[in-house]
């Protein structure tokens, strides 16, 4: 488990700085249009008992909450994350709705068949055990339960060298195949009704996120220092790169539960 390296990318002034570079309550890169497309494609509906894997500062849950009134639980590895998710719940009177909780998407502490919809963004690349994962949601979904996330792929042939630093500059481990979660999702009885390439897409917004970096410049620099800068600017370059290559790129998936 990277678990030091999550909480070091995503410690309280990590996440703050993600967030600027990507947008409002988001970590990922899709952002809130990407979640109101899970919704519409999951039917997510106010009724639901939704769950939010990897829920980073809350935009997804927020969002949903905000939007239909279903109740979501978010969950994230990163207690930074969890606490700040859930003061801006709070601040936004919408904690009858949607809580926080702190863990390891392999590892739920939640009981069987608790939600009727889990969603994921951009979360599970980072998990290295994908299979432990999705029998982990495979356990907390509902009979007939819907899911669906997004999620960054390897699209292209990497070499060794090339994949550790995308791993290291993503905190990856094991990027999913546009094939792989396939195999893993039929083993734990999902069914996959939707698969879409969002590659174009997330390499569209990762241009639009170098722009971003590049007009925070001076601000990051007077605020933490110009390495700090320098290596923000190293380590996005090399995810770029990836795309540009297309050796990276984006998917999302929707699967039921049988
Ligand atoms: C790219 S961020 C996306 C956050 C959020 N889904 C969003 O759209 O803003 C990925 C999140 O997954 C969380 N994460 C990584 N590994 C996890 C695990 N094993 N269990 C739970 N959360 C995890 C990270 O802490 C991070 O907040």
Sequence with gaps: MNIDALNRNYSKIGSGLIEKMYSEDFLSLGGRASTDILAREAAITQDSRVLDVGCGLGGGSLHLANTIHCHVMGLDIVQSNVDEATVRAKSR???HLVSFH??????????????????????WCHVPDKDRLVADCARVIAPGGTLAFTDWLQIGEMTAAESAAVDGALVAANIATPDSYGGLLGKHGFTISQQYDTSADYQEQYRAIMVRLESMKDDISETYSPRVYGVMQDTNAIIQRAFEEKKLGGGRIIARKT
């Design 93 to 95: 009177a919408l904690d």
């Design 102 to 123: 702190q863990g390891d998407a392999t590892a739920m502490p939640f009981a069987d068949g608790t939600f009727d919809i889990i969603i994921s963004q951009d979360a």
